[in-house]
């Protein structure tokens, strides 16, 4: 299948690594042009670890090239970036292609129905609770594939287009794909900006003096505790709203195949296997500038919301805004645009459910 990739980091890279290594004939397309001129001049993309090869993924110069020639259309880049892509793909999207969103973040997927429900347009837009590949990006044609997920949480709006939907994902990416109840589970089910939350507080000195950390090893008892206590607040909304989630425990040892545990003992036992990972050599990172105001953000909503206030969320919205000398929240342009605020719960348990 032609799968067009809208991004050019490490998650981008990664999905075209795997996607042509399975056979697939993906295409990658970088908003601002400048990560994939190296790839467009012939220099080929060489992926390395969990996927492992020398791969030349086709190079779009505009996203409407990359949307109009594509089976499948890929949304792979930070939340921060999210609208601004919807925004530039939203006018090519043509009735019935499918779109698949890695990882969603703040009802992003509702904000891609708006757009194209103002067209009359209808497609499957399919929302993943993580990224079936991590890793990092070590030069502009290299990428380190840390892991392959074992398990990925799917959902679809609409929901109806949910068996549609886990075929084609199974189709791409293999048999890794876990059916969830609509946009609402998945809005629950992204881990990284609660454990981002702990790891990053807990270690930001590090991260400001720019020093060389192990991430797994960093995750202490003390830090593995926040982890829990924060995936507690978030399993509680679940229940509220009678869904069905994964645990943080589940997450890390199905993400990193290591044997069930707490959370610091599964990611020290990471650590020893040389899959730990390195945490953030600078403060100006995703796990705060895109976690705290697209994830953290919609989580402590959703609290609110249902009258189960998750208050370690939104203490860490608040601590890390004092520490940044700026409202975070303010960062997030999907949550304005959408007025979820002004939503009854009945009004957003409907636009999950079928979309604009």
């Not at 981002?196 to 593995?224: F, Y």
């Not at 040389?274 to 403060?283: D, E, L």
């Amino acid at each position: 299948m032609r799968v067009s990739i809208l991004g050019a980091g490490a998650i981008a890279y990664g999905a075209a690594a795997y996607l042509a290594q399975a056979g697939h004939d993906p295409m990658l397309w970088s908003p601002s042009g400048e990560r994939t001129k190296e790839l467009a001049a012939g220099t080929p993309l060489t992926a390395t670890n969990a996927v492992d090869g020398t791969f030349t993924p086709r190079i779009a110069q505009s996203c409407s090239e990359a949307v109009e020639t594509a089976d499948a259309v890929m949304i792979a880049l930070p939340g921060y970036g999210h609208k601004h892509v919807f925004d530039a793909a939203a006018p090519h999207i043509r009735e019935g292609q499918p779109i698949i969103i890695s990882s969603h973040a703040s009802f992003g997927a509702l904000y891609l129905s708006k757009l194209l429900a103002a067209r009359g347009v209808r497609a499957p837009i399919i929302v993943w609770g993580t990224t079936v590949t991590t890793g990092r990006q070590k030069s502009p044609t290299e990428v380190f594939v840390a892991t392959v997920r074992q398990k990925v949480d799917l959902a679809t709006v609409p929901q109806s287009a949910i068996e549609e939907g886990h075929a084609l994902c199974t189709a791409l990416f293999g048999d890794r794909f876990v059916k969830r109840d609509g946009l609402l589970a998945i809005a629950l089910s992204n881990l990284n900006p609660q454990n981002h939350l702990a790891i990053a507080l807990l270690n930001l000195t590090r991260m400001e003096r720019g020093e060389t950390w192990g991430q797994g090893e960093n995750v202490t008892p003390t830090v593995g505790r926040l982890i829990e206590a924060l995936d507690e607040e978030r399993l509680a909304i679940a229940k509220t709203f009678g869904l069905s989630v994964r645990t943080v425990k589940e997450h890390f040892s199905l993400s990193f195949h290591v044997p069930m545990g707490s959370v610091s003992d599964m990611n020290q036992e990471m650590h020893r296997q040389g899959r730990g990972g390195f945490g953030p050599t600078t403060v100006n990172s995703r796990y705060v500038l895109e976690d705290v105001p697209f994830g953290l953000a919609p989580t402590a909503l959703l609290g609110r919301m249902v009258g189960t206030p998750a208050t370690l969320h939104e203490a860490g919205i608040t601590l890390f805004s004092a520490a940044y000398g700026r409202d975070l929240t303010r960062d997030n342009d999907l949550l304005p645009a959408l007025d979820l605020g002004n939503h009854t719960l009945e009004q957003l348990q409907s636009l999950c459910h079928s979309g604009f």
